[in-house]
């Protein structure tokens, strides 16, 4: 679809799965059958693997239930939780799942004050904390995160001097705090 190229371009997103060499053995079916009823979309990435992605749209009536999503760990490659509200104490949670390569956290209530939790997620290349209320300590933090490669950051409360620096000091790390000319077609296709 045409969002999905916009969305791709400007998120320099790359469909292939081929990097994701993961053995992981197969979810616990009562698990996915509990997030499912809980509101997340949860799939496999492909078809010859038992690798997962999971969604959540939320309104912000939805309890999180990260407790859950911890339990498929091993499978959990691609997170994505919109507008769900206060997520600073699911972020331990989110934190134990140390497979994921790609995490969405845009629009929801995060603070700097439990970002740490996220540092163990040592392979995650891709996060997006757009519209969140992280600030630039909160993304100095994140920094730390060694193959972190792409940091989304717009509509927070970060100055964007402090951005130009530390995308000086981390040269590995895309961090994309301006808004896009396509802002509303991009969000709107997350």
């Known amino acids: ?21 993961i053995e992981a ?6 698990v996915v ?3 499912t009823t809980a509101g997340f979309q949860v799939a496999p990435l492909s078809e010859k693997t038992n690798l997962l992605q999971a969604t959540l749209n939320a ?21 994505r939780i919109n507008n769900a509200g206060n997520l600073d104490e ?17 629009n929801n209530e ?3 004050k439990n970002i740490s939790e996220l540092l163990t997620l040592s392979n995650l290349e891709y996060l997006n904390l757009y519209g969140t209320k992280l600030s630039d300590a909160g993304v100095e933090t994140l920094l730390k995160l060694k193959n972190l ?14 951005m130009d620096n530390l995308g000086k000091k981390y040269p590995n790390v895309k961090i994309i705090y301006k808004e896009p000319d396509n802002e509303v077609a991009v969000t709107d296709s997350l």
């Open 1 to 21: 679809s045409v969002m999905r190229k916009i969305f791709t371009s400007y998120f320099g997103i790359n469909e292939s799965n081929s990097n994701l060499n």
């Open 25 to 30: 053995p197969p979810a616990n079916t009562a």
């Open 33 to 35: 059958a509990e997030l």
């Open 59 to 79: 309104g912000n009536s939805n309890k999180i239930k990260s407790d859950k999503l911890a339990e498929l760990k091993d499978q959990l490659v691609w997170l």
């Open 90 to 106: 699911e972020l331990k949670n989110i934190g134990r799942l140390y497979n994921l390569r790609r995490l969405i956290l845009n």
């Open 110 to 112: 995060i603070t700097d």
């Open 149 to 162: 490669k792409q940091l989304f950051v717009g509509k927070t409360n970060i100055t964007a001097s402090v």
